[in-house]
């Protein structure tokens, strides 16, 4: 490439970006094309070759971005933008418009976007409170089942005192509300009960993706070991943090968790 060329190249860049993001790209482009590439810093001579691309063409380009990322997005949460409807849509434009994707990856452009819209979602009476959980349940499923696999891996005996090791697709995720109990098909409208809940998400032998609901010191014994505590902090911890007294109904109710776990396949024994 030559040094011109290299110099021109993030001009070129950012008028492609802009073109697919900035909002209201329609009637500044209906109106002045070259002065809209002008304005993004192109200079005149590349303004001019890609105004005269013309006006359909350039806003096809943006049209196929646009719905590109809109259907990646769907795929990863396909149950929150059937309840959303043709919401969807709009949500996913005004990502783009006021966020846009960061991630070079189009796997990461669905977690990006509901990042960024569940605080907005929590303020519209129109978005039912729950969704913004079950977009998130979704995308734990999403992660799970396309983690890696470490099932292989050799490990040694689970000791109090060193870290225990989890498959690589074991996830804790924490909702106000009892998603994970929502009827599965897409065309559904069931309401979940404003329930915290606390999951442990991971991916079986089989490679399905399953979930198991856990209590409250369950779910804060497993937050520290997933963390790197030894078994006997976090068992203390966790006791101590919920007020629960230390006696042997807690670790028997441990023993029991733990060994689930392991006969799953998400508990792999201690870390070497």
Do not use: C
């Amino acid at each position: 490439m030559e040094p011109e060329d290299a110099a021109r190249f993030p001009a070129l860049l950012g008028a492609v970006a802009s073109l697919v993001r900035a909002p209201g790209v329609e009637a500044r482009i209906a109106l002045d094309p070259r002065g809209f590439f002008v304005e993004g810093g192109l200079g005149a001579a590349d303004a001019a070759s890609l105004a005269a691309v013309g006006e359909r063409r350039l806003l096809v380009y943006r049209k196929l971005i646009r719905r590109g990322l809109a259907g990646a997005i769907r795929l990863e949460i396909p149950r929150t933008a059937a309840r959303l409807g043709e919401a969807f849509e709009a949500w996913v434009e005004r990502f783009i418009d006021e966020e846009a994707p960061r991630s070079h990856y189009l796997r990461d452009v669905a977690f990006e976007l509901v990042a960024w819209v569940r605080p907005r979602w929590a303020e519209d009476a129109n978005v039912p409170a729950y969704l913004g959980d079950l977009a998130r349940h979704e995308l734990t499923g999403f992660e799970v089942g396309s983690a890696e696999d470490s099932r292989g891996a050799t490990g040694i005996d689970l000791d109090l005192d060193v870290p225990a090791r989890f498959h690589a697709s074991v996830r804790l995720a924490r909702y106000e509300h009892a998603v994970h109990r929502l009827l599965a098909d897409e065309a559904a409208r069931d309401v979940p009960a404003r329930e915290p809940t606390a999951l442990l998400a991971y991916r079986d032998a089989e490679l399905e993706v399953r979930y198991l609901e856990l209590s409250p010191l369950a779910a804060a014994i497993l937050d520290r070991l997933l963390l790197g505590e030894t078994l006997r902090s976090a068992v203390v911890g966790a006791s101590s943090s919920l007020g629960e007294a230390l006696g042997p109904e807690v670790l028997a109710s441990t023993a029991r968790l733990l060994d689930g776990l392991a006969q799953r396949g998400a508990l792999l024994g201690g870390a070497p």
